[in-house]
Nanobody, 116 residues
Framework: VQLQASGGGLVQHGGSLKLSCTSS????????IGWFRQAPGKEREGLSC????????YYANVVKGRFAISRDNAKNTVYLQMDSLKPEDTAVYYC??????????WGQGTLVTVSS
């Protein structure tokens, strides 16, 4: 089972990107999906997640008000809309899926670079 994160790229300060998370072997609709990132020399940090039943959404303070998570079950895809990007948002972004307490399935990551 693999997840695929895509949509990264180079964007200017204040710009926007929309990341996508899909899977060829996992129904994302039945899992909580989280977005994480890891910048060079830093630990991985959780950014946002979306629940299964009621679609409860969580945002870390560092992205609250700028990022928005959503899911399209028909497309088996979870999105992360990122607006008002800052240079400190530069990182490799990962999506992950879980049913229990721990994220069991991870994507390969997509690089987001924000220029100043």
């Amino acid at each position: 089972v693999q997840l695929q994160a895509s949509g990264g790229g180079l964007v200017q300060h204040g710009g926007s990107l929309k990341l996508s998370c899909t899977s060829s072997g996992l129904s994302l609709a039945g899992h909580t999906i989280g977005w994480f990132r890891q910048a060079p020399g830093k630990e991985r940090e959780g950014l946002s997640c979306i629940g299964v039943r009621d679609g409860t959404k969580y945002y870390a303070n560092v992205v609250k008000g700028r990022f928005a998570i959503s899911r399209d079950n028909a497309k088996n895809t979870v999105y992360l809309q990122m607006d008002s990007l800052k240079p400190e948002d530069t990182a490799v972004y990962y999506c992950a899926a879980k049913r229990g307490a721990r994220y069991n399935y991870w994507g390969q990551g997509t690089l987001v670079t924000v220029s100043s």
